[in-house]
């Protein structure tokens, strides 16, 4: 009997990996083959290669879907309103962070530990424990229940233009003023330091070359709205050693730490283009790829679309690191983890899982770097070691990001975050206007959002 022991142990092994190699998403999705599944999602250069590879999917499962791209406005509005309406067009729609707050107190999300523990429909092989943390348990779970898989894992990044940081002349004269090395900013207050040193008045010399036009130091959002108080947030307030909320989810606006974080962000705007106030997340790439500006902090994936031959002539001139952090080496970044969730007025609830597993397969994955041709931001720890990343021209942003997002997570699930930020952003636009102090600004800031909510957070 003894003897016969270690051989059914064996033969156990033998059978769990045959179990695991059998699994195929054609035959999970047999009992679904036919349906046709409504999955909305963002328009960006990441989705629009997914977007491509969705008819492999459709192929081997022969479950239909139809893949819609809006743009960041539209997918926020008519997802949320598709889902809090009850009418259900959507099987399947990407949220950002800062709406689940709301779309899990009207419960309209369906939560899928069920799915992830069904062994029919579940690939063995996922291997969640390779999603990238914290952007996955912060965007994805709240109070013991998981709401989706991580999908995009949008982050913010450090840019400059590494021709005019790597001058001999420009680091001569840094090191002599600033007295340390000119380099990439790995903390804010070198950030601040380089914005104010780059910049120069037309016909002043740049690395050497006299100026056609104005140069600027650094370029940031400042549009009322958008993501612009998200970076101040998160990079600037939180390296202050501030925050928005405390832990009980109360505004702590005006806090001391805050007015630091508000005035270092208000101060890099004297280095900055006259035209910031109207400046998107667009915009900021834009004006980098124009070569008016020594530096940003920038959404990575729009880093990609710039940083392109034909698409900005300092394309492979750029330099890349992660969101600064404090003086006191305090790391907080700004990153969107944001994920498809499924809609629990969806009645095809398995088809979509289905889908969603996909997308986030490590086979999915690789065949979307390879089809972009290294262009794309990873949402696994595997995927760094591609050799589409590895080989890339963008292997330092790559490594930029990668340092990102180890200090970034999902904004707290908070119902009127929207409403905070829309009181917030135009109240520091203000005070980086100069029409109010940061004191002032502040303050009226808690007094706004106390009216708003007295705890904001779920």
């Given at each position: 009997?003894?003897?016969?022991?270690?051989?059914?142990?064996?033969?156990l092994s033998i059978a769990m990996v045959t179990s695991a190699e059998a699994w195929s998403y054609k035959d999970a999705a047999?009992?679904?083959?036919?349906?046709?599944?409504?999955?909305?999602?963002?328009?960006?250069?990441?989705?629009?290669?997914?977007?491509?590879?969705?008819?492999?999917?459709?192929?081997?499962?022969?479950?239909?879907?139809?893949?819609?791209?809006?743009?960041?406005?539209?997918?926020?509005?008519?997802?949320?309103?598709?889902?809090?309406?009850?009418?259900?067009?959507?099987?399947?729609?990407?949220?950002?962070?800062?709406?689940?707050?709301?779309?899990?107190?009207?419960?309209?999300?369906?939560?899928?530990?069920?799915?992830?523990?069904?062994?029919?429909?579940?690939?063995?092989?996922?291997?969640?424990?390779?999603?990238?943390?914290?952007?996955?348990?912060?965007?994805?779970?709240?109070?013991?229940?998981?709401?989706?898989?991580?999908?995009?894992?949008?982050?913010?990044?450090?840019?400059?233009?590494?021709?005019?940081?790597?001058?001999?002349?420009?680091?001569?004269?840094?090191?002599?003023?600033?007295?340390?090395?000119?380099?990439?900013?790995?903390?804010?207050?070198?950030?601040?330091?380089?914005?104010?040193?780059?910049?120069?008045?037309?016909?002043?010399?740049?690395?050497?070359?006299?100026?056609?036009?104005?140069?600027?130091?650094?370029?940031?959002?400042?549009?009322?709205?958008?993501?612009?108080?998200?970076?101040?947030?998160?990079?600037?307030?939180?390296?202050?050693?501030?925050?928005?909320?405390?832990?009980?989810?109360?505004?702590?606006?005006?806090?001391?730490?805050?007015?630091?974080?508000?005035?270092?962000?208000?101060?890099?705007?004297?280095?900055?283009?006259?035209?910031q106030a109207e400046y998107s997340l667009i915009d900021v790439p834009t004006v980098m790829g124009n070569g008016i500006a020594?530096?940003?902090?920038?959404?990575?994936?729009?880093?990609?679309?710039?940083?392109?031959?034909?698409?900005?002539?300092?394309?492979?001139?750029?330099?890349?690191?992660?969101?600064?952090?404090?003086?006191?080496?305090?790391?907080?970044?700004?990153?969107?983890?944001?994920?498809?969730?499924?809609?629990?007025?969806?009645?095809?609830?398995?088809?979509?899982?289905?889908?969603?597993?996909?997308?986030?397969?490590?086979?999915?994955?690789?065949?979307?770097?390879?089809?972009?041709?290294?262009?794309?931001?990873?949402?696994?720890?595997?995927?760094?070691?591609?050799?589409?990343?590895?080989?890339?021209?963008?292997?330092?942003?790559?490594?930029?990001?990668?340092?990102?997002?180890?200090?970034?997570?999902?904004?707290?699930?908070?119902?009127?975050?929207?409403?905070?930020?829309?009181?917030?952003?135009?109240?520091?636009?203000?005070?980086?206007?100069?029409?109010?102090?940061?004191?002032?600004?502040?303050?009226?800031?808690?007094?706004?959002?106390?009216?708003?909510?007295?705890?904001?957070?779920?």
């Open positions: 009997m003894r003897a016969r022991l270690p051989l059914l142990a064996v033969l047999k009992p679904y083959a036919g349906q046709s599944i409504t999955i909305l999602d963002e328009i960006t250069p990441l989705q629009e290669t997914m977007k491509t590879l969705v008819p492999e999917f459709v192929k081997e499962t022969g479950i239909q879907v139809d893949y819609q791209l809006l743009n960041h406005f539209e997918v926020i509005s008519k997802g949320q309103a598709d889902m809090l309406s009850g009418r259900g067009a959507y099987d399947g729609v990407m949220v950002h962070s800062p709406q689940l707050g709301l779309l899990l107190q009207a419960d309209v999300v369906r939560p899928i530990d069920d799915l992830l523990g069904n062994k029919t429909i579940s690939n063995p092989d996922l291997d969640l424990k390779d999603v990238i943390q914290p952007a996955w348990d912060s965007v994805a779970k709240f109070k013991g229940k998981t709401y989706g898989l991580l999908d995009w894992n949008y982050n913010v990044v450090y840019w400059a233009r590494g021709d005019v940081l790597n001058h001999p002349d420009e680091k001569a004269a840094f090191k002599k003023r600033y007295n340390y090395d000119l380099a990439p900013a790995k903390t804010l207050q070198q950030m601040r330091d380089i914005a104010e040193f780059f910049t120069r008045k037309k016909g002043e010399k740049l690395a050497g070359q006299p100026l056609e036009s104005d140069f600027y130091g650094v370029v940031l959002e400042g549009i009322k709205g958008g993501t612009t108080f998200w970076t101040l947030w998160n990079v600037f307030i939180k390296n202050s050693g501030g925050d928005v909320f405390d832990a009980e989810g109360r505004p702590t606006i005006d806090r001391p730490e805050n007015v630091a974080g508000l005035k270092l962000w208000a101060e890099m705007w004297k280095f900055a283009p006259p035209g020594a530096q940003t902090l920038a959404w990575s994936d729009f880093v990609l679309g710039i940083d392109q031959p034909g698409k900005s002539k300092y394309a492979g001139k750029f330099v890349y690191a992660g969101s600064p952090a404090g003086k006191s080496g305090t790391r907080s970044a700004e990153t969107e983890p944001s994920m498809i969730v499924i809609s629990k007025h969806s009645k095809k609830a398995e088809a979509t899982y289905l889908f969603l597993q996909w997308l986030v397969d490590k086979q999915t994955q690789k065949r979307f770097f390879e089809v972009s041709k290294g262009a794309g931001v990873p949402i696994r720890e595997s995927t760094w070691s591609l050799g589409e990343l590895k080989q890339s021209r963008f292997a330092a942003l790559y490594d930029a990001m990668r340092e990102t997002l180890k200090n970034g997570r999902a904004k707290p699930k908070a119902p009127k975050i929207f409403e905070v930020m829309d009181v917030m952003s135009g109240l520091v636009q203000e005070v980086a206007l100069g029409r109010k102090t940061a004191e002032q600004g502040l303050k009226e800031g808690q007094e706004k959002v106390l009216a708003i909510c007295k705890k904001c957070t779920l």
